[in-house]
């Protein structure tokens, strides 16, 4: 038994230095991107620390968790890894919004008695996208189809990882579990897309409070980032 004990810690030591290698040469191919990742996160973990805090502050850590996860995995060439785990990304913080004003679903949902659903998190009027409630917490007349599309794209995007389509195989994507210069490209741009949504979405539901609290140039992206995506009715 001694010996199988020592022969398999052998085999996930060598593992741990091929992975080490990967990210290596992520880092010496893609640093710019990668540096451009970790600033965009930061950024959206600093705005996500002047929100105010209520029981839903796990879910958010967790969304924080998966983003930082994804791009480990995909700098280790775990690229269908990486994309699962921003599809748990996606629907965690969508969730985290919802529940945040909605504590008695929060709390079932906590203990499992019920579900949470993709089409409820979204709904016009229930969900995320109720531009009524909008405009009472945040003060903005918002059309937010558009955005919402971006979402469901996002979210449609993410899940054929996590659904096993064919062609979003670890093997169709990448021929080995190495670094690939073209895939992590367009992770890249996937991961960049998604944490700018998030930062929209956290903004016009926590407009009043950061407008008090945030940086003026992080405030002007925001509102230029806002304009892109949503029409705001003056």
């Keep these: 038994m001694q010996g199988i004990k020592l022969d398999t810690r052998e085999k996930f030591e060598n593992i741990q230095i091929f992975l080490n290698e990967n990210v290596n040469e992520a880092f010496d191919d893609a640093q710019e991107l990668i540096n451009e990742i970790i600033y965009n996160l930061e950024n959206f973990d600093e705005m996500l620390a002047l929100i105010p805090e209520n ?3 796990h879910v ?3 969304v924080q968790n998966d983003l930082l996860n994804s791009i480990i995995f995909a700098c ?3 690229y269908r890894n990486s994309y699962m ?3 748990s990304a996606i629907e965690l913080f969508m969730s985290f919004l919802y529940y945040y004003d909605h504590q008695y679903e929060f709390l079932l949902w906590k203990s499992d008695h019920i579900d949470m659903t993709w089409t409820r998190l979204i709904d016009n009027t229930k969900g995320i996208f109720n531009e009524k409630f909008i405009h009472v917490v945040s003060g903005l007349n918002l059309d937010t189809e558009k955005l919402k599309e971006r979402v469901q794209k996002l979210y449609h995007e993410m899940s054929q990882s996590v659904h096993g389509k064919y062609s979003y195989m670890q093997i169709n994507i990448s021929e080995k579990i190495s670094y690939d210069a073209d895939v992590f490209s367009g992770y890249h741009k996937n991961v960049m897309v998604m944490i700018e949504t998030f930062r ?3 903004y016009i539901r926590f407009k009043r409070e950061l407008d008090v609290k945030m940086d003026k140039e992080e405030l002007s992206y925001l509102n230029v980032a806002l304009k ?3 029409i705001v009715n003056e």
């Design 60 to 62: 958010i850590k967790e």
């Design 228 to 230: 892109n995506e949503v």
């Design 55 to 57: 029981n839903t502050v």
């Design 76 to 78: 280790q060439g775990f």
């Design 85 to 87: 785990c921003l599809r």
């Design 200 to 202: 929209i979405l956290t």
